[in-house]
């Protein structure tokens, strides 16, 4: 499922698109942004490729999930001065659901990865994401929540059984709680139900909350999308 093994599949086309991409300059609030880092180009791919590699990726992980070998020295000798991802994924901490893996076994340099507990953006995060899409080019943002979520349930406990976290844990979950007030009376599992919501409406906040972001979006070169990882299949949905 690596990315050796793709590159005789469905993805190979990708690989092509990549290796011809060029430096795409866009306009933010009136100033010319390089879509590059470190004088290297953007990836060629649009916002629809990206998401139908990840979704391409994922089938794969589930249908063929072996390993082959990468070989990684290669790659990292490859993207050493330079990056170019071509997706940006906001991610669970959770150490069952690794990005790269769960999405086909990605290589070096692919991904443009955020992660923290409960798949949340705060400053930083939002920061990260800003300059994955205006600086690197990166066309896709994926916020990926997951099943069975930690962070989510603690959330749940506390709308449910008054439940206090120490430190910075209650905090850290606190933009939880409303979409878990949402969805507390709606049949099925509340912590699944919740971390889709919150997904969802993490998702919506970005455009809201970043005119860099909005602006890319409007501008048809950057899509946002919300999706939930199932611990036990394997499988990526996409909540529309």
Same mark, same amino acid.
């Given at each position: 499922?690596?990315?050796?093994?793709?590159?005789?599949?469905?993805?190979?086309?990708?690989?092509?698109?990549?290796?011809?991409?060029?430096?795409?300059?866009?306009?933010?609030?009136?100033?010319?942004?390089?879509?590059?880092?470190?004088?290297?180009?953007?990836?060629?791919?649009?916002?629809?490729?990206?998401?139908?590699?990840?979704?391409?990726?994922? #089938?794969?992980?589930?249908?063929?999930? #072996?390993?082959?070998?990468?070989?990684?020295?290669?790659?990292?000798?490859?993207?050493?001065?330079?990056?170019?991802?071509?997706?940006?994924?906001?991610?669970?901490?959770?150490?069952?659901?690794?990005?790269?893996?769960?999405?086909?076994?990605?290589?070096?340099? #692919?991904?443009?990865?955020?992660?923290?507990?409960?798949n949340l953006v705060d400053t930083a995060t939002l920061g990260t994401v800003e300059y994955g899409a205006?600086?690197?080019?990166?066309?896709?943002?994926?916020?990926?929540?997951?099943?069975?979520?930690?962070?989510?349930?603690?959330?749940?406990?506390?709308?449910?059984?008054?439940?206090?976290?120490?430190?910075?844990?209650?905090?850290?979950?606190?933009?939880?709680?409303?979409?878990?007030?949402?969805?507390?009376?709606?049949?099925?599992?509340?912590?699944?139900?919740?971390?889709? #919501?919150?997904?969802?409406?993490?998702?919506?906040?970005?455009?809201?909350?970043?005119?860099?972001?909005?602006?890319?979006?409007?501008?048809?070169?950057?899509?946002?999308?919300?999706?939930?990882?199932?611990?036990?299949?394997?499988?990526?949905?996409?909540?529309?």
């Open positions: 499922m690596c990315g050796q093994c793709e590159s005789k599949g469905i993805d190979r086309r990708y690989l092509f698109r990549l290796a011809a991409a060029g430096t795409v300059a866009f306009g933010l609030n009136g100033m010319p942004w390089q879509a590059h880092a470190a004088d290297g180009a953007a990836t060629a791919l649009s916002p629809a490729e990206a998401l139908s590699a990840l979704k391409s990726g994922n #089938e794969r992980y589930v249908s063929r999930p #072996e390993l082959c070998s990468i070989d990684l020295g290669k790659q990292r000798g490859a993207v050493a001065a330079h990056q170019a991802p071509w997706a940006t994924v906001i991610s669970c901490a959770d150490s069952r659901v690794p990005p790269e893996l769960i999405f086909g076994g990605r290589g070096v340099g #692919e991904l443009f990865i955020a992660r923290n507990a409960g205006a600086v690197l080019g990166s066309p896709l943002i994926v916020v990926l929540a997951h099943s069975n979520c930690g962070a989510v349930k603690a959330a749940c406990d506390v709308i449910s059984k008054n439940a206090t976290y120490p430190g910075a844990i209650g905090p850290m979950v606190a933009p939880i709680l409303p979409a878990a007030l949402a969805v507390r009376d709606n049949p099925g599992d509340f912590v699944d139900n919740t971390a889709k #919501e919150s997904a969802k409406r993490t998702a919506e906040r970005l455009t809201a909350t970043s005119t860099v972001l909005a602006s890319l979006v409007g501008g048809g070169k950057l899509k946002i999308a919300a999706a939930i990882y199932d611990l036990n299949s394997g499988m990526v949905s996409y909540l529309g």
